[in-house]
């Protein structure tokens, strides 16, 4: 990392940081081959939380492909395989399971793990799994990306009474430290949207995040879909939200070893670096480029409208009561709002489709994008 700084003049923008340090080959983050999900890595996902995760979002999944006539789902980075495994499994109890389920996964040791959970938790459907390192051509059926949006890199920003400044990354000669630069013309038109969203000038002393190929990613997704559903679940929320004046120290957090902190520059390579996800962007990638939004709202709402309270129901009768009180808890995570519940967002992006999905039937909060 030094050499990739001193290459560049002895500064690079933290996004260019942040790649290196979660994606350089054999000692990012998450190419190393470490443990990262569950209770042995360093961070819980809502899949890895609870199985009626993955059985709930699998009921919006059979809806979805057999309004499409599809026959395929697609998952970009599938983590451990656990929500792959549980949806497999839940639509085959349906009579609903995909001819092909198609795992984007570039780390062959990602693949071998996830198929072997996916071996373990649903054997039966092994055969319809697929692995390849690159998306698809196209998507016809259904995408489903569960926090594969906020692990994409981001640049810090910062207003100073002499303007915006984007906050990189030098080395001092012991450590990283940050470093403020005027910014490029890309950053100055980004900041540009969120003043326009918020509707006044961001206040001086005001950090935050801003992330340089989300539209990019989003946009290419979008083109490849051709008839079907990309079902994005993250935590994040609009642009007006996101960049509010109470948020004014961002939202980045670093995991490492189930706590989270605030500094990016202990434990590089060791540990996660994230932040919350823009969706008016996804939103507007997805318009931009032939598509609509088919429905956005809280995780909460989206999982009650997939029936989880009905899955609850189904699993708790099936066991004791100790893992009955499991459960309970796991649901109460997945739904409080201090918890997953408010935080987390799901954005359904829609081409050739004209069908209500069940998930937003609560609650639709697409126009606040």
């Avoid at 594969?148 to 990189?168: Q, W």
């Avoid at 605030?262 to 932040?275: C, H, K, N, S």
Wanted: glycine fraction near 10%; hydrophobic fraction near 40%; aromatic fraction near 8%.
């Amino acid at each position: 990392m030094v050499d990739v700084i001193d290459a560049d003049g002895g500064w690079i923008g933290f996004d260019r940081y942040m790649h290196e340090v979660l994606y350089a080959p054999g000692l990012g983050y998450y190419t190393a081959g470490a443990v990262k999900l569950g209770d042995d890595g360093d961070f819980t996902t809502a899949p890895e939380l609870s199985p009626l995760y993955s059985r709930t979002l699998a009921s919006q999944c059979a809806q979805i492909l057999l309004a499409t006539g599809g026959d395929t789902i697609v998952e970009p980075g599938a983590g451990s395989g656990v929500m792959a495994a549980h949806i497999l499994a839940s639509l085959a109890e349906i009579d609903a399971a995909p001819h092909k389920y198609l795992i984007v996964e570039p780390s062959p040791d990602l693949q071998q793990r996830q198929q072997q959970t996916i071996a373990s938790l649903a054997p039966e459907q092994l055969d319809c799994v697929q692995w390849c390192d690159r998306p698809p051509q196209s998507v016809s059926g259904l995408l489903v990306a569960n926090e594969v949006l906020d692990a994409l890199p981001f640049e810090r920003f910062v207003v100073t009474e002499n303007g915006v400044k984007s906050l990189g990354v030098t080395w001092d000669g012991e450590r990283f430290v940050e470093q403020a630069v005027a910014p490029d013309a890309v950053l100055d038109k980004g900041i540009e949207a969120i003043e326009s969203a918020i509707g006044k000038p961001l206040p001086v002393g005001y950090r935050s995040e801003w992330r340089r190929g989300l539209y990019e990613f989003a946009s290419d997704w979008s083109k490849r879909l051709h008839h079907g559903v990309l079902l994005w679940i993250d935590y994040g929320c609009s642009r007006r939200e996101l960049y509010a004046a109470a948020r004014n120290e961002g939202t980045m957090l670093c995991h490492y070893r189930h706590r989270a902190h605030d500094d990016p520059f202990v434990y590089p390579g060791l540990q996660d670096i994230t932040a919350w996800v823009d969706f008016t962007t996804i939103a507007e990638a997805a318009v931009d480029n032939g598509c609509r939004v088919g429905g956005y709202t809280t995780q909460a709402h989206f999982l009650i409208g997939c029936g989880l309270e009905q899955q609850f129901n189904q699993m708790r009768s099936r066991v004791d009561e100790q893992a009955a009180a499991s459960m309970g808890k796991a649901v109460q995570r997945l739904l409080m709002p201090g918890e997953m519940g408010e935080n987390f967002r799901v954005i359904a992006i829609e081409k050739d489709l004209h069908t209500d999905l069940i998930g937003f039937r609560l609650r639709d909060m697409a126009a606040s994008l």
